[in-house]
């Protein structure tokens, strides 16, 4: 028997040698019970067409297994792979840099030039061959700023056309319809060959692996059910006997409802577990405990001594040895 602290194991003595053998025992206030636990699924998803066409092929069957990234089906996309084509083409061409560069060099050579003659003709004293002069030079310059500027024109083109390519490759995507975990292909909706609109089904992927234990805590037992709070749980189906209903889990309340049943005092806790060989079985029934630190459960062992707290136990724990 493990050494806990002074007063509890007093405690434990008296309920042992008191001889009631249906007297709680203190070892229940480490366990707070959850009561209407269901299992259910937390991934489950129903993979839908993001666009209308026709579908051109399934890649799985109901039953198989599928990883993350995999296609389950894809969307006739010929017309898109022909855009992604051209606007590929268009986001390697830089013809209109180079030569806007190549504008730009020629129109520069020609300002310099017509500079270096308006220079020369100043000596001459005729005032008219000087503003003739000048008047050249500027539309020189001119045509050499709007050589400069259209560098700037085709380097935007161009990068419109990288961003159109992205864009394109994007589009293409939505064609396929991806799965987004590993999973189990539990539903096709659609065959081969058939049309969808946007947003039809295409199948269902469910993965197991984790689950949620969704059930209700009394309000005495609300401080105790806090998000990161250890719990214990088990499959439980009435009546019937099934494979792993000894095995036990852990796992961790991942969710509380912030807002209580007025009419039945009980509020909303979710935990995640992780569900090995798939023993938990989404849709049946589970018993969940909380299980409390060895502090916390001393202090509650004084709040059922005195009353504090309502003797409910769970018949697991009642039948413990």
């Not at 990068?159 to 396929?176: F, Q």
């Not at 269902?204 to 009394?218: A, M, S």
């Not at 250890?230 to 189906?237: D, H, T």
């Amino acid at each position: 028997m493990r050494k806990i602290a002074g007063g509890l194991c007093l405690m434990l003595v008296a309920a042992i040698s008191g001889g009631d053998e249906t007297a709680p025992r203190v070892e229940s206030t480490r366990l707070v019970p959850v009561e209407e636990c269901r299992i259910t699924l937390l991934d489950h998803v129903t993979l839908a067409s993001d666009r209308a066409g026709i579908i051109k092929s399934l890649e799985f069957k109901e039953g198989q297994t599928v990883t993350v990234g995999s296609r389950i089906a894809l969307i006739a996309d010929e017309v898109a792979r022909a855009n992604l084509a051209v606007a590929e083409k268009k986001a390697k061409n830089e013809v209109e840099v180079k030569f806007a560069k190549v504008a730009r060099d020629a129109a520069e050579k020609e300002f310099r030039m017509m500079e270096k003659m308006a220079e020369e003709s100043s000596k001459d004293s005729v005032d008219r061959l000087q503003a003739v002069a000048q008047a050249e030079v500027d539309k020189a310059k001119l045509a050499r700023d709007k050589a400069v500027l259209s560098i700037d024109h085709a380097v935007h083109e161009l990068e419109l056309a990288k961003l159109n390519y992205e864009v394109t490759a994007a589009e293409l995507k939505t064609y396929s319809i991806i799965s987004d975990f590993d999973g189990v292909v539990t539903r096709i909706f659609k065959k081969k060959g058939e049309a969808v609109r946007q947003g039809d089904p295409v199948a269902e992927i469910i993965n197991t692996n984790r689950v949620r234990i969704e059930g209700r805590v009394r309000l005495a037992a609300l401080p105790y059910a806090t998000q990161g709070a250890k719990v214990l749980v088990k499959l439980s189906v009435e009546d019937i006997d099934l494979p792993g209903e000894d095995v036990e889990f852990e796992g961790r309340i991942t969710f509380v409802d912030p807002v209580s049943d007025p009419v039945d005092l009980t509020t909303r806790v979710y935990a995640e577990v992780q569900n090995r060989d798939n023993i938990l079985r989404p849709g049946l029934e589970a018993q969940m405990e909380i299980e409390l630190d060895e502090q916390t459960a001393l202090k509650r062992s004084r709040l059922l001594e005195q009353g504090k707290v309502p003797k409910r136990v769970s018949s697991r724990t009642a039948e413990r040895p």
